[in-house]
């Protein structure tokens, strides 16, 4: 399984960007997919998970700001993020493990254990 990030920049307090991010490789292997995110000298945090129903799961700090989907015709993932706020600056990064059921959203917390990770991609929140 490969995945790759896309999307980040650099935007104002207030703005929006979407993050997409392109899987390939075995399908039964990303049944579970979602958003992580890492901001300098912190651990790295769940953002946002989705399992193989469409179910979703956020952190209490992204909730209603950030929505979580994905196109399994382009296997891809996004992550829309809406009301950016400077605490949101950080490395995300994609990931996809292959329970899809719901053990899945324990992805969030770290319960579940996401196997693949891509590289990354940087989004910088100014005031």
């Known amino acids: 399984v490969q995945l790759v990030e896309s999307g980040g920049g650099s935007v104002q307090v207030g703005g929006s960007l979407r993050l997409s991010c392109a899987a390939s490789?075995?399908?039964?292997?990303?049944?579970?997919m979602g958003w992580f995110r890492q901001a300098p000298g912190k651990e790295r945090e769940g953002v946002a998970v989705?399992?193989?129903?469409?179910?979703?799961r956020y952190a209490d700090s992204v909730n209603g700001r950030f929505t979580v989907s994905k196109d399994n015709s382009k296997n891809t993932l996004y992550l829309q993020m809406n009301s950016l706020k400077p605490e949101d600056t950080a490395m995300y990064y994609c990931?996809?493990?292959?329970?899809?059921?719901?053990?899945?959203?324990?992805?969030?917390?770290?319960?579940?254990?996401?196997?693949?990770w891509g590289k990354g991609t940087l989004v910088t929140i100014s005031s």
């Open positions: 490789g075995d399908t039964y292997r990303r049944n579970c």
């Open positions: 989705i399992d193989s129903g469409g179910n979703t």
């Open positions: 990931a996809a493990a292959g329970d899809g059921g719901s053990v899945c959203l324990l992805a969030l917390t770290g319960h579940y254990g996401m196997r693949y």
